[in-house]
């Protein structure tokens, strides 16, 4: 049975719509958050490098899609992770590091140097994730997410190595 493949994605603007609803399940699944269509499609994801899609050929349906990483410039030296999610079924194996690692080269590439995100205080396993790549929590943000507390994370943009 093959493995789930990351690839590069596509402008979320260029989503089809199964594609769409699929990215929208997998956010409310696995973050308890709900986005509406439009506010997927109008996220500012340009087509590079740093844009993954983790997909099961093994699943039915067109491309399912398992997982994905979305990174946009955001200013200077630092780009922006908008959204990185795994399903639950597959967090655990690497999965998450291999994606990670293609972004942080494709950033590097790029000309950053560091990177920032937003992470729900309640999602320790993801602070902790980023913490073991050098991020720090640089603040806190009221009403950021529907369901709490989140943090912004920042720091330099460094592969890891298991």
Known sequence: MPAPVWTQGIEPQHMTSVACRQVLTLFLNETGEQYSDASVRHLPIPNWEGNLILKDETLSGESPIIGLLWATPFMDDIVRVAAFVI?????????????????????????????????????????????????????????????????????PLLRHVE
């Open 87 to 155: 399903h639950s079924k597959f967090q655990g194996n690497g999965l998450g590091s291999e994606a990670w690692n293609r972004f942080v080269d494709a950033s590097l590439k790029a000309g950053y140097k560091r990177v920032q995100l937003e992470v729900k205080a309640s999602n320790k396993r993801a602070q902790r994730f980023y913490q073991r790549r050098g991020m720090t929590v640089q603040k806190k943000l009221e009403g950021y997410y529907q369901s709490g507390l989140g943090y912004m994370m920042r720091g």
